[in-house]
Structure formats: structure tokens, C-alpha cells
């Protein structure tokens, strides 16, 4: 009786520290956003439940991050359009990139083909290059100007934006996106190191290792030195650059923010 008593108390307590570790992991680690399991596709994110500098948060089901929408099967379009709602997608992919591999449509969702070039360089230490291009080339920044108008305009359901693999120009887009809705700089490089996460873990061919260049925190950190060099400050940036007004800041914040 004794000893089942020790082995019931010493039971409970190896529970106890597993839960008390658990909370303080949580309470630690900055919600990310969902990974949504599609058949064709590795790095598709709903950004919900990401939290803000002043502790709202964003809705759930209203903002969507990815790799490439190609030959979705019919139950991930269905899902798409039906589970999450898509009523707009955003392809920042180039013109050659979509005609080698278009985007399966979603019904009743509005594609926005924004072509942004692809880095062709090959190479990690090209790459800080190449996001420092992505945020002060004059067409790369009027793409970026356009993907907000789109969000400023889309009342209901969701956007979904991707390039490729989800990783580059969607990264510096969500970076925008991130920053203009007032999430900390720490949310937002997690945010976008997690795609080495959700590539690397794919059993899909375009997604085997020596296809893709995986992220880096300097390569953001590259784009975030450009945007200081350029106008001073990320705030300055999305007003100067992206034309977003005090109104229209506070306009995205009412639309994609809740508590």
C-alpha cells in the first residue's frame, strides 16, 4: 500500500514539473501562426494568433503565407476555398515562373500576378543582396505597394500570398505585412526562419535538399538595413515606400487585428 502511495505521489509529481515546463515553454515561445497541411504544398501558413507589440492579435483565417499553389489536388482547392475561405491570391512569382508553373485556381478567389523576379545568383553570400534588391528596387516595391492596396481593399475571407517556395519574396512580404500591423521584430525573424522548418520536413520533389537556398536571419537583417539606409525607420519605409498613411495603418490594424 505504501509503495503504491510513493510510486501514485512520485507519478503526480514528474506530471506536475512536464506541465509547469510545458506552460513556461508556451509562455516563452511567440505564436507563430498555423501550418495548414495541403497535399502539394510545404510552406502554406495562416498568420492568426500572431501577437502585436500592444497585445492584439491577428484574426485567425484572414491571412495566408506560401510556396507556389501548383498542382493542388481537388481536395486542396476545396479545402482552400471552402475551409479558409481564400477570396484572393497574391503570385509575386515572375512571368516565366508562372508560365513554367501556374498557380491551380481557386474558385471563387481573384489571382493577382505582381512579378517580382526570382534571385538567379546562385550562392548563399549573393543572397543579403538580393533582399536589400527586394525592398529598394523601384518595381519590387511598387509589387509590394500593390499587395497592400490588395489587403486594404479585401473586406472579407482571406489572402493568400506565395511565391515560390514561400520563403524569399513572401518573407519579405510578410515582414511588411508583420511590421505594419505592429508585431515585434523578433515575431516576425522566427516567423520567417521557420520555412527551413516546414521545406526541409517535405517529401515532395521540388522541395529536396540542394533544390532550394534555405533562410538565413542576415538575409532579413540585410533587407532591414536597406529599409533604415533608405528612409530611417520601418514606420517611414511603409509610409514613404508603400504609401500607407496614418489611416491606412490604422485601417489594416481594425480589419486584421482582434483582441
Known amino acids: ?11 503526480l509529481g514528474v506530471g506536475l514539473v512536464a506541465l509547469t515546463a510545458s506552460c513556461a515553454s508556451s509562455a516563452k515561445t511567440p505564436n507563430l501562426g498555423t501550418h495548414i497541411k495541403l497535399t502539394r504544398t510545404a510552406n502554406t501558413r495562416d498568420l ?48 516565366p515562373e508562372i508560365k513554367q508553373r501556374p498557380d491551380s485556381r481557386i474558385s471563387g478567389a481573384r489571382l493577382h500576378q505582381l512579378n517580382i523576379l526570382s534571385n538567379l545568383s546562385s550562392g548563399r553570400n549573393r543572397m543579403p543582396q538580393y533582399y536589400r534588391q527586394l525592398v529598394t528596387d523601384k518595381q519590387d516595391i511598387r509589387a509590394y505597394r500593390s499587395m497592400f492596396k ?3 481593399q479585401q473586406k472579407q475571407g482571406a489572402v493568400l500570398y506565395h ?38 520536413a517535405s517529401k515532395l520533389p521540388q522541395y529536396k535538399k ?18 533604415d539606409q533608405r528612409s530611417g ?12 498613411s496614418t489611416t491606412d495603418i490604422q485601417k489594416l490594424r481594425t480589419r486584421y487585428l482582434t483582441k
Open 163 to 200: 511565391c515560390t517556395y514561400g520563403k524569399d519574396r513572401t518573407g519579405i512580404a510578410t515582414m511588411l505585412i508583420l511590421s505594419s500591423l505592429g508585431v515585434p521584430k523578433t515575431t516576425i525573424m522566427k516567423n520567417y526562419l521557420a520555412s527551413n522548418r516546414y521545406l526541409s
Open 150 to 152: 490588395i489587403l486594404l
Open 233 to 244: 525607420s520601418m514606420k517611414q519605409y511603409l509610409n514613404s515606400e508603400m504609401h500607407l
Open 1 to 11: 500500500m505504501t509503495i503504491t502511495l510513493k510510486k501514485l505521489w512520485l507519478a
Open 48 to 95: 492568426g494568433g500572431i501577437k502585436t507589440k500592444n497585445g492584439l492579435h491577428i484574426r485567425q483565417g484572414r491571412l495566408f503565407r506560401s510556396d507556389a499553389l501548383t498542382n493542388l489536388t481537388h481536395h486542396d482547392r476545396l479545402d482552400l476555398q471552402k475551409k479558409h475561405d481564400v477570396k484572393a491570391v497574391i503570385d509575386f512569382r515572375s512571368k
Open 210 to 227: 540542394g533544390h532550394w537556398t534555405p533562410v538565413r536571419s542576415a538575409y532579413l537583417n540585410a533587407a532591414y538595413s536597406a529599409i
